[in-house]
């Protein structure tokens, strides 16, 4: 069992129309429950660290417990880097043991993005190791940088080609109307439904059929795919935290994007989520509580059913590894 890159996955999930989950790591509670709902799903795997992650577990530990999961479990899943800032970052991910880096130089000019990702794909491919890039700009927090909605720009189909030409990467973050973090989109750009629940604009799919037209067969990425079930949001809030408005992207439409060219979703918002509120539950009912593992196994199981979910009824990987 190993660490593999996402080519074969990729493939598979392209042809078959469902696309195989990212989900963000950053301890042991939380690589257990994503690896062991995949490992009973069948489900191929991408675990994901951010900067923000390799800083806080520190990458060695991080790296190890995901060998350990391989090995407990007998699967094989890619580690990718998520949004590495620059060459130095990914290639320490490459020689460290990751089987996939992503660079983000989305948010320098057109050429200078071809230039860092052309130089990350070559030494990538080099080890064996594959490279996802990313053209447009998401709104939202990633690495306590916050892009409002102003700043963000949705993908322009018809510099894909070449990006993709001249880059070389292996695959393609794109820009549709996804956000990171719990709050994607202010009341003000939502509606509201009939039970006064925040509804979001919808995604671009016009510009994905656009994209997937000009780049056959070609996988791509969809960041801040958070859906902030408001199950979640609700108990979070009643029990003390403090999350108003917080809101993501319909569930429905994750679906529809991966049916088509999507084959990689983005979910780290989701997580913290289900954990932030099992872990608010357990202090709640069992105030007496003080044994970190008392709340962080119902932590680990609400990410496990999470992922389940996922998995299930958003994704459509199940069965699939
Ligand atoms: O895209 C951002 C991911 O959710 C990672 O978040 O930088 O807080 O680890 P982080
Ligand atoms: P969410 O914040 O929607 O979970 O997105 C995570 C992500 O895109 C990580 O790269
Ligand atoms: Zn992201």
Redesign the pocket.
């Given at each position: 069992m190993a660490i593999i890159t996402t080519k074969e996955m990729f493939k598979k999930a392209y042809d078959g129309g469902y696309a195989v989950g990212a989900f963000?790591i950053n301890n042991m509670e939380i690589i257990q429950g994503v690896t062991e709902a995949a490992a009973e799903l069948k489900s191929p795997l991408i675990l994901?660290v951010?900067a923000g992650a390799r800083k806080y577990a520190r990458p060695a530990y991080l790296v190890a417990l995901a060998h350990a999961a391989c090995e407990d479990l007998g699967i094989d899943f890619a580690l990718h880097l998520?949004?590495g800032a620059d060459f130095a970052i990914c290639k320490d991910c490459i020689d460290g043991g990751f089987s996939s880096v992503m660079i983000d130089y989305s948010g320098h000019s057109f050429e200078e993005n071809i230039a860092e990702s052309r130089k990350v794909a070559e030494y990538a491919h080099a080890h064996g190791v594959v490279v996802e890039a990313e053209l447009g700009t998401l709104s939202?927090v990633?690495d306590d940088v916050k892009v409002s909605a102003e700043d963000s720009s949705y993908t322009r189909p018809e510099e894909v080609e070449e990006f993709v030409t001249r880059t070389g990467v292996d695959s393609l973050a794109i820009a549709i109307g996804?956000s990171?973090?719990a709050y994607k989109f202010t009341p003000e750009q939502c509606t509201r439904n009939a039970d006064g629940v925040l509804v979001p604009p919808p995604l671009r799919f016009d510009i994905l059929e656009e994209v997937a037209k000009r780049l056959p067969g070609f996988p791509i990425v969809l960041?801040?795919?958070?859906s902030v079930p408001q199950e979640y949001v609700k108990e979070i809030n009643s029990l003390g935290g403090q999350l108003p408005d917080a809101v993501?992207i319909p569930e429905e439409q994750l679906r529809k994007a991966a049916t088509m060219a999507v084959c990689k979703i983005?979910?780290?918002?989701?997580i913290r989520l289900a954990m932030t509120a099992g872990i608010r539950r357990v202090f709640n009912e069992k105030p007496s509580v003080f044994d970190p593992r008392e709340y962080l196994k119902v932590a680990r199981a609400e990410v496990k059913k999470m992922v389940s979910h996922k998995i299930k009824d958003v994704l459509g990987s199940e069965g699939k590894a």
């Open positions: 963000n994901q951010s998520d949004h939202g990633e996804t990171h973090g960041h801040g795919a958070s993501g983005n979910i780290d918002s989701d």
